[in-house]
């Protein structure tokens, strides 16, 4: 099997980034709970993040998700035929980056938010 080309691992990373903040995020957020801070408001931000992290990041990137999944497949059946995949992977995900930035962008003001709440406390 060949080596994953860029725009996979581009994919990968973005879906993994996203997982460790929520990852992250949870963690600050059991940390409030020990402390007895978590209210709430600190339960919707932990749920805003995984809706983010779960169900947007994945939504955003489920056409390069199957882009990537015919590539792996055509990868072994057919290797010639993988160039044009990749080029709409990488076109799809220049067309979902800023729509991704975006989610990213929500689940760093998240962070900000369950970090000052623990610097609160």
Do not use: Y
């Amino acid at each position: 099997m060949p080596d994953q080309p860029f725009q996979i691992e581009r994919l990968d990373t973005l879906l993994g980034a996203s997982r460790l903040a929520h990852e992250t995020i949870a963690a600050r957020h059991a940390e409030l709970v020990q402390v007895g801070g978590a209210d709430t408001s600190s339960r919707d931000l932990l749920a805003e993040s995984a809706r983010v992290a779960i169900r947007v990041l994945p939504a955003l990137l489920a056409d390069a998700q199957a882009l990537a999944n015919r590539w792996d497949e055509q990868s072994v059946l057919d290797p010639e035929a993988t160039r044009n995949m990749l080029e709409a992977l990488d076109d799809e995900l220049d067309r979902a980056s800023e729509a991704v930035r975006d989610a990213f962008g929500r689940l760093r003001e998240v962070d900000r938010a369950m970090r000052r709440r623990l610097e609160d406390w």
